[in-house]
């Protein structure tokens, strides 16, 4: 019988600046909230904004997995993440750019592998250069979030990446439109927004999802969606958000969390 695998998920842009992190550090909270083991896997190898952002600082990260697997030193997937909750683990990317220059992209995959035969979500933080190393983690994952913002370049450059993903006959990804991350920034309609990028937008974070204090939450480690009164104070956008997971997840989840409600 074949067996059960996670859910590998892939957040990337056109640019960056659009809240990929905050956002994959919710999806984590929501994933979390509705009983899955998740593993946020750090593969902004330039930035390290997971581990910064949970406080989490960790010596071992996916450079030393990578090493130590290609010198036959690999024994635990467990030791080399850091717990941010019971039902939340980190891989961080390294602290040395140097040694972000030095992993081979064919163990990326390898640990992508590894890591949904051990979580039932894998969610993916990397940065938006269409790379040798990100080419390789699209290819890997079983589903990609492309999050974008209404602004005049981001939008050219999802366009282009669209238009790629359409060559390649790629089609297992939606795309998020945040709003919360600039929320002056109005210079087109929801409408104009789909004819640049030739696409329909699958969800959207409103400018509500705004948090002007999110340097707070930042400094103090903590995940907005793991808050008590999140649900509450962001219901439109925690809606959305859970809509996000359920869907990018697949009916099993959906399932779950209709029993949980029940």
């Known amino acids: 019988m074949k067996r059960k695998t996670g859910r590998s998920i892939c957040l990337f842009s056109g640019k960056g600046g659009v809240g990929k992190t905050i956002l994959a550090l919710n999806l984590a909270g929501i994933y979390q909230t509705i009983g899955k083991k998740v593993l946020l896997m750090d593969l902004d190898l330039s930035s390290g904004g997971i581990s910064l952002?949970?406080?989490k600082p960790s010596e071992?990260?996916?450079?030393?997995?990578?090493?130590d697997y290609n010198n036959n030193r690999f024994r635990d997937f467990n030791n080399y993440v850091v717990k941010y909750t019971d039902n939340i683990d980190i891989l961080a990317s390294p602290k040395d750019p140097r040694q972000a220059s030095k992993i081979d992209s064919k163990y990326i995959e390898i640990a992508i592998d590894k890591a949904e035969y051990l979580y039932d979500?894998?969610?993916i933080d990397t940065n938006h250069n269409l790379n040798e190393m990100n080419l390789v983690i699209l290819d890997a994952v079983k589903s990609i979030l492309f999050v974008m913002t209404n602004d005049p370049l981001d939008l050219k450059n999802m366009k282009s990446l669209?238009?790629?993903f359409r060559d390649l006959n790629k089609d297992n990804y939606k795309i998020v439109l945040?709003?919360?991350r600039d929320p002056m920034k109005k210079y087109f309609t929801f409408f104009d927004m789909k004819n640049v990028i030739k696409a329909n937008i699958d969800y959207v974070i409103s400018e509500e999802f705004y948090v002007k204090n999110i340097d707070s939450y930042v400094m103090n480690g903590e995940i907005i969606t793991l808050q008590k009164k999140a649900a509450n104070i962001f219901n439109k956008d925690y809606t959305v958000m859970l809509k996000i997971a359920?869907?990018?997840f697949g009916k099993e989840i959906e399932i779950d969390h209709e029993e949980e409600l029940s």
């Open 162 to 164: 669209l238009s790629i």
């Open 178 to 180: 945040n709003n919360a």
């Open 53 to 55: 952002a949970t406080n």
């Open 121 to 123: 979500v894998v969610l």
């Open 246 to 248: 359920t869907d990018l």
């Open 60 to 67: 071992k990260n996916i450079y030393t997995l990578v090493d």
